[in-house]
């Protein structure tokens, strides 16, 4: 059984920084590309990153390209999500996602594993 658990969500002004994070276990972290997802008010869950099990390869959703940047710590099963530049329409219930697929994936159903979720309010 894999467990995800994020944290570092809050309310922050528009501009403002903060920097998620995901903690796994379960199974073998790096056996697993690592994506973050959201969901605005009222909307469906959307990409917004995504990384390969070494780190090496990212892909972004192009709302978020440049604003943030997702990394990974192997030895601490643990993935982030760096937001800076943040803006109003980024206010959502942030996910990460795990998958056993071998290639960079955009798609939820793609991943196969959720976390709970943390609230990031971004004010005008």
């Known amino acids: 059984q894999v467990l995800l658990v994020e944290s570092g969500g809050g309310l922050v002004q528009a501009g403002g920084s903060l920097r998620l994070s995901c903690a796994a276990s379960g199974r073998t972290f790096s056996d697993n590309i690592m994506g973050w997802f959201r969901q605005p008010p009222g909307k469906e869950r959307e990409f917004v990153a995504a990384?390969?099990?070494?780190?090496?390869?990212?892909m972004y959703a192009d709302s978020v390209r440049g604003r943030f940047t997702i990394s990974r710590d192997n030895a601490q099963n643990t993935v982030y999500l760096q937001m800076n530049g943040l803006k109003p329409e980024d206010t959502a219930v942030y996910y990460c996602a795990a998958s056993r697929l071998s290639t960079l994936g955009w798609k939820p159903y793609e991943y196969d594993v959720w976390g709970q979720g943390t609230q990031v309010t971004v004010s005008s």
């Open positions: 990384i390969s099990r070494g780190g090496g390869s990212t």
